[in-house]
Structure formats: structure tokens, C-alpha cells
């Protein structure tokens, strides 16, 4: 007895590297929910109070489930006895991209029968014809228009560059075709607003690609904090930082819409509630392009969260989620592959395919599960994923809007550096004028020109000395 409790006392905090690897049932993958709003994790527009924000939407957790023996998913005896029949979603790609090739080497890890390329477009000819060439496409264009009158497809996968996203979203809904677009789906969110209004009323899937809530690693983080392993949530910590040049990062909208977006959706994914309090800092260059940001985001019950981005130095692509009980890491958290904790350490290695192409970002394999997220949401009749949905996108573009107003970045620059200050114009007023009356009758044409937002003019007024009084009381009240 006593060398068994030696032993015990001794032997490492760390007990087992679990590795969850080709676990997939036969068939298709599914999604229930008890009731028909479990489906939906609506954040913008509910009260922090609204618990069925935080009821976990039941989904079997498959890790890699899609592996080469079950590639073919039911034999074709089987599926004319059971009467399934599912047809094959057929993919359009605009525009051939590097991003599009991943998606394309993920697509070649899904059963063949489910999922295909049919049609791409790129401004050269050459190009689509390349990408044609290697994934075995038939039908190629050179004009977005064209591909989205190809009636041969079904969803088109949209990866431009950011600003081109709503103008290419409300081209394909136009054309009636389910979209699946890349994070940012807009640049705004009076954007985002106008694409969702249009994909509810033409009854059309849209979804912005955030891929990592599709992963298996994100499904088990969630299944871990709502079985409560790590106790009462505390804090989200995020750190991503990559040397980018300029001229490639204003390509993108910024550091913040580039890397900060996949530290805000953990955040998002762990709390499962709208902040109540939002506080930025950080630098823009010279093209009013925002290269740095330290963005914290505070929650109900003195839960935050703490995102630190960079395009100008390498930072510890980090994400830690801290509990009272006990915290998880996830390196790479945009596409995990391993979640860390005290005891155990949980590997999620993704799917492979025999003759798949190397991806050119990290992990981009992993997009297969949102290419299966999207087949399973539009042959239900869905318009969204409930794991990253319309309110989602709406949320977080607006807390985009935010923190580039406070950072000054794009638009919001010029009127950022007209914004007044008070307090500095009426010691420049205090500066310019001697006499008494004339300073009192100064700072009120202060303050006046401040709450009404006319631009402030040099000249000096003089007032009668009755609304002098009654103005300078104001000038007190607005500087206590």
C-alpha cells in the first residue's frame, strides 16, 4: 500500500497524450437539436441574460472523419435499400487563388460522390486553365459574371481580395447560388447587413469562411468547457503576430481584420455572450493602415479576453483558454491540432488524402469541415451554419467598425483628426485674448463650436455679459 501512494505522489502531472484519429460512423455526419431554435447561436440582438446562448447545440464530435476506407460513405447497395440518395454539391471558384487551391487539396479529401469542383474563373485565361488542369475542372471563365450564370453550380467559393467580398456576395446571390465567402465577408457592417437581408429573402445558404469553428479541436473545446473541465471561464488570452509589408497588408484591410478576427471569434466561441465593454490600442502607418492592435474585451461576470496582433514583429501564435480549474492552449488556434491541458494533451491530426496536393498556408487542409458544414446545412435548407452565424458576422463587423474607428484606420483617419478637443482649444483660447470678459466670452464660443460640431473660426465674439454667465456655467458642468 505504501509503494502504491509513493508512486502516486511521484509520478508525472501529465498522464496520457490522447490521439483521436479515423473515428467516423458510416454515413453522413449530423447535426440535432432538441428544439428548432438550438440550431441557431443568434448573439447580436439578445440580452446577456438569455441563457439559451449558452445551451451547447448538440452535434456528434467525429474526429478525421473522413478517412480512405469510408471515402465511398455507403456502398451503392445499401444506399438504394435505405432509399438515400444525396446529390453531389457542385463547387464554383472565384477566383483561382492560392487560398482556392487549398480548398480545392481539402475538397480531395471528401467523398468524390459528395463534393466537386464544376467551374472556376481568373482574370487570365492561362490561369483558370491551370488550375482546370489540376483539379480537373470543365468549365472555365474569365469574367465573375459569367461564372455566376453557370447553371451547373451550386455554391460558390469566394476568395478575392477583402474589399472585393460583398460586390462578389451579392453578384452570386443574385444569380441564385449558395455563397461561402472568406472572412471578412464585408468590409463594414451596414455591408453585412445589406448581404444577409438578401441571402434571407432569396432563401440561399451564405456563410463567412471561419473555418476554425468547424475543425474538431474547436468541437471538443466546447464539449469540454460545457461539461465544466475547466470551471468557471476567466479568461481568453490570443497572440498572433507575422512580419507582413505594408503594401500586402493594406491589401487586406489591416492587421486587425487580417489576424485579430480569429482571436475575436475564440473569444466569442468560448464566452458565447456579446461583450459588454470594448478597449483597443495600437499603431497605424502612413496609408492609415493599422499594423498593430491590442484589443480587450470585457464580459459579464468579470470575464475578458486579450488579443495582441502584429504585422511588424513574430509573436507567439498562441491562444490560452483560463478557467478556475484549469486552462487548455492551442497553438496555430486559427486550425489546432493539438489542445494542451494539465493533464492530458488531446491530438487532432487532420485527414489526408493518397494523392492530395500540398496546401500552401498551414493546416488548410482542415477546411474540409466547413466544406462539409456547408453541404450539410444546404441539403437541411438552411441559410446558415448555427456554428458561425448571420449574427455572428454581423457582431463581429461590428466590432470591426469599432476598433478601427478607435485605431483611426481607412475612413474613419480624417475624422479622427478633426475630432475637437476641448479642453486644448480653450487653453489656446486663454492664450489668445487678455482681457477677462473677453476670455469668458472665448471659451463659451468654445464650447458652443465644440457640442454643435460647427468647425471652431478665429474671429472672436463678444457677448453680452448676462449670456457670458450663463455659458461659462455650462463650460464648468462639461469639464467637471
Not at 149 to 170: A, F, G, M, T, W
Not at 259 to 276: D, H, I, K, N, T
Not at 461 to 468: E, N, P, V
Request: aromatic share 8%; proline share 4%.
Amino acid at each position: 500500500m505504501l509503494k502504491i501512494l509513493s508512486w502516486v505522489r511521484t509520478r508525472s502531472n501529465k498522464s496520457a497524450v490522447r490521439c483521436y484519429q479515423n473515428q467516423m460512423p458510416n454515413g453522413r455526419t449530423t447535426c440535432s437539436s432538441s428544439t428548432p431554435d438550438a440550431s441557431r447561436s443568434s448573439l447580436v440582438g439578445r440580452k446577456i441574460s438569455d441563457h439559451r446562448m449558452w445551451r451547447f447545440q448538440s452535434r456528434e464530435l467525429h474526429i478525421n472523419r473522413f478517412t480512405e476506407q469510408s471515402r465511398g460513405g455507403l456502398a451503392d447497395e445499401e444506399q438504394d435499400n435505405q432509399g438515400i440518395k444525396e446529390p453531389t454539391l457542385r463547387w464554383g471558384i472565384a477566383p483561382v487563388s492560392l487560398m482556392a487551391d487549398d480548398f480545392a487539396a481539402a475538397l480531395s479529401v471528401l467523398p468524390p460522390q459528395n463534393h466537386r469542383i464544376v467551374s472556376c474563373v481568373a482574370a487570365y485565361r492561362s490561369h483558370a486553365l491551370a488550375f482546370a488542369d489540376r483539379h480537373q475542372v470543365k468549365n472555365v471563365y474569365t469574367s465573375f459574371e459569367d461564372l455566376a450564370k453557370c447553371r451547373i453550380s451550386d455554391v460558390v467559393y469566394i476568395s478575392p481580395l477583402n474589399p472585393q467580398h460583398s460586390e462578389l456576395c451579392h453578384l452570386m446571390l443574385n444569380h441564385d447560388k449558395h455563397v461561402l465567402c472568406e472572412k471578412p465577408i464585408c468590409m463594414t457592417e451596414e455591408q453585412v447587413i445589406k448581404l444577409v437581408d438578401k441571402a434571407s429573402a432569396r432563401r440561399l445558404f451564405l456563410m463567412e469562411g471561419m473555418w476554425p469553428r468547424c475543425v474538431p479541436a474547436y468541437q471538443y473545446l466546447r464539449h469540454q468547457i460545457q461539461r465544466n473541465r475547466l470551471g468557471e471561464l476567466q479568461e481568453v488570452h490570443c497572440t498572433l503576430g507575422l512580419p507582413v509589408s505594408d503594401s500586402r497588408l493594406a491589401l487586406y484591410g489591416g492587421v486587425t481584420s487580417d489576424f485579430g478576427v480569429y482571436g475575436m471569434q475564440l473569444a466569442l466561441w468560448v464566452f458565447r455572450e456579446v461583450p459588454r465593454c470594448l478597449k483597443v490600442s495600437g499603431s497605424v502607418n502612413s496609408e492609415n493602415v493599422d499594423v498593430a492592435a491590442n484589443i480587450e474585451m470585457y464580459f459579464s461576470g468579470a470575464k475578458r479576453a486579450f488579443i495582441e496582433v502584429s504585422s511588424e514583429k513574430r509573436l507567439e501564435n498562441l491562444a490560452i483558454i483560463q478557467g478556475k480549474q484549469g486552462s487548455i492552449k492551442m497553438g496555430n488556434y486559427w486550425c489546432p491540432t493539438r489542445l494542451i491541458t494539465e493533464q492530458v494533451d488531446f491530438e487532432f491530426p487532420l485527414p489526408q488524402a493518397q494523392q492530395m496536393d500540398a496546401t500552401h498556408y498551414h493546416n488548410r487542409v482542415g477546411m474540409c469541415y466547413e466544406a462539409e458544414e456547408v453541404r450539410n446545412c444546404i441539403l437541411k435548407g438552411s441559410n446558415e451554419s448555427h456554428l458561425f452565424s448571420h449574427n455572428e458576422s454581423l457582431l463581429l463587423a461590428n466590432l470591426m467598425d469599432t476598433i478601427h474607428a478607435e485605431l483611426g484606420v481607412g475612413e474613419f483617419a480624417a475624422a479622427r483628426k478633426h475630432t475637437p478637443n476641448l479642453q486644448q482649444e480653450i487653453y489656446s483660447g486663454r492664450d489668445m485674448v487678455q482681457d477677462p470678459e473677453e476670455l469668458d466670452s472665448e471659451m463659451c464660443r468654445v464650447v458652443q463650436d465644440v457640442c454643435t460640431g460647427t468647425p471652431l473660426h478665429p474671429a472672436r465674439r463678444r457677448w453680452r455679459r448676462w449670456k457670458t454667465r450663463r455659458r461659462y456655467q455650462r463650460l464648468s458642468m462639461l469639464l467637471k
